[in-house]
């Protein structure tokens, strides 16, 4: 899903999510929108970290964390947060929640507003991906499609 609200202080901002994890029994994951290539992409993370997770193949101790592994395509922690993590200053984000947390309430509770508007690929920098605009042109699928398959890919080289 995708979100539009000031974050203002991030660390207190993650203790509520925190604290709604903790009361949903939910995994809430949030993302800066800029770098999210739709809600596939988010979806398509969200699915192989649990995958890895009922493996035990997972590279994170949380679900959290492993999604964030995933859609940012990424194996460290440091680079993952780097490239899709939110920071002071965020108003559009891409949040993932996984259980038995209602999405609208926690949007509410956090002050944001759902618009799924903000995670449409149109205009992004694929850049972060590691691709040029010129691979991108040869490759003759949408930027999207390329950034499922770089978040396919970080499954392969684990």
């Given amino acids: ?64 964390m492993e999604i964030m592994l995933y859609a940012a395509a990424e194996r460290q922690t440091s680079e993952a947060l780097r490239k899709l993590g939110i920071f002071d200053g965020v108003t559009e984000m891409g949040a993932v929640v996984v259980g038995n947390a209602p999405p609208d309430d926690i949007f509410k509770e956090l002050g944001l507003e759902r618009d799924d508007s903000v995670l449409l690929p149109a205009g992004k920098d694929i850049s972060i991906f590691g691709m040029t605009p010129e691979e991108t042109s040869l490759a003759g699928e949408t930027v999207a499609d390329l950034v499922l398959e770089k978040v396919a890919l970080s499954e392969v080289m684990r």
């Fill in 1 to 64: 899903m995708g979100a539009r609200g000031s974050l203002g202080d991030v660390p207190g901002f993650l203790a509520k999510v925190s604290q709604l994890e903790t009361r949903h029994s939910a995994t809430i994951q949030f993302f800066r929108a800029d770098r999210v290539f739709g809600a596939e992409h988010l979806l398509s993370a969200t699915e192989k970290a649990c995958r890895a997770i009922q493996d035990g193949t997972a590279m994170s101790k949380t679900l959290g």
